[in-house]
């Protein structure tokens, strides 16, 4: 069974930061690939970001590369979302995501955390 547990939502003006955490709980967690989608009002979920279990290997959506970071503390079971200059367009339900494979993570993940709200004021 993997639980996984967002925090740092919230809201921002533009150009500002935020980090988010996720919080797993799951045997054998560096053996997971690790990310977060995200979802506006009226859209489409859509992929960010994704993290290997080693760390070594990232990938990002279109539309956050160069702005998000993210990366994983194997000892304390948490992966991050650091964002940068954040845009209006940013707002969305933050979702934290677990597979055990990058293929299968960058379609549809088999686990997925409750969300947190990121909201981006102009």
């Known amino acids: 069974q993997v639980q996984l547990v967002e925090s740092g939502g919230g809201s921002v003006q533009a150009g500002g930061s935020l980090r988010l955490s996720c919080a797993a709980s799951?045997?054998?967690?560096?053996?997971?690939?690790l990310g977060w989608f995200r979802q506006a009002p009226g859209k489409d979920r859509e992929f960010v970001a994704a993290i290997i279990w080693s760390g070594s290997t990232t990938e990002y959506g279109d539309s956050v590369k160069g702005r998000f970071t993210i990366s994983r503390d194997n000892a304390k079971n948490t992966v991050y979302l650091r964002m940068d200059s954040l845009k209006p367009e940013d707002t969305a339900v933050y979702y934290c995501?677990?597979?055990?494979?990058?293929?299968?993570?960058?379609?549809?993940?088999?686990?997925w955390g409750q969300g947190t709200q990121v909201t981006v004021s102009s």
């Open positions: 799951v045997r054998g967690f560096n053996t997971y690939v």
């Open positions: 995501a677990a597979d055990l494979s990058m293929r299968n993570f960058k379609r549809t993940p088999g686990y």
